[in-house]
């Protein structure tokens, strides 16, 4: 399975400013996702990240706020941008080397906006 | 996408199995399921997954029945580090996407 390594583990950061988190994998892949969890709560994915391609965000989840980029097939960064309280949440990204393989995750950023 | 139903919370002694049910009554047949864990403050770490048969590796058991309308995860001999939250994912074979559902907290106790 790949190995990601994920920046920063955590973070406490002032409101209104932005956090850039990044995901380096050990094995290029066509795809990544990053990931969601609310305190208490399950995953909720924001975006899948393409290399060469804008990424495709789910409902709820839009560019502007959370804009990603994805220059290589082994890397990938997630800004939250214009940080409040609500945005306070573990963020983690994901990576699926084939159809016979498990989905592998980091280890997530633990961000706390006061 | 099918959508899974998974008990809330269960609780397990320390060396029997733990049987985690799953039921995804409306999936199709071009759905794999996939079981991940949670331990607490850590990333998702996969577990298993299979299309129609049933699968075994080092970790666990996955139990699909012939309806495939619901599936059972075994970890035969649980320990006090199997304590985590266990999620049943249905994912289409033509999508990429892993969505979460709420899973079953899985207590594990000497």
């Known amino acids: 399975s790949a190995v990601i390594s994920q920046k920063p583990s955590r973070d406490i950061c002032q409101r209104g400013t932005s956090l850039t988190i990044q995901c380096q994998v050990d094995s290029q892949v066509t795809m990544m996702f990053w990931y969601r969890q609310q305190p208490g709560q399950s995953l909720t994915l924001i975006a899948t990240a393409n290399q060469g391609s804008e990424a495709t965000y789910e409902s709820g989840f839009v560019i502007d706020k959370f804009p990603i980029s994805r220059p290589n097939l082994t890397f990938s960064t997630l800004t939250v941008s214009n940080m409040s309280p609500e945005d306070s949440s573990i963020y983690l990204c994901s990576v699926v080397l084939g159809s016979n393989y498990g989905y592998t995750f980091g280890s997530g950023t633990r961000l706390t906006v006061v | 996408d099918a959508k899974t139903t998974q008990p809330p919370s269960m609780d397990c002694a320390e060396g029997r199995a733990a049987n985690l049910p799953c039921n995804h009554s409306t999936i199709s047949g071009n759905e794999y399921v996939y079981w991940y864990r949670q331990i607490h403050s850590q990333g998702p770490q996969y577990i298993i997954h299979?299309?129609?048969n049933n699968e075994t590796n080092e970790m666990a058991s996955l139990i699909i029945t012939e309806d495939r309308k619901s599936s059972t995860l075994i970890l035969p001999h649980a320990t006090l580090r199997d304590t985590a939250v266990y999620y049943c994912i249905v994912r289409p074979i033509y999508t990429d996407k892993l969505i979460f559902g709420t899973g079953t907290r899985l207590q594990v106790f000497p």
């Open positions: 299979g299309l129609k």
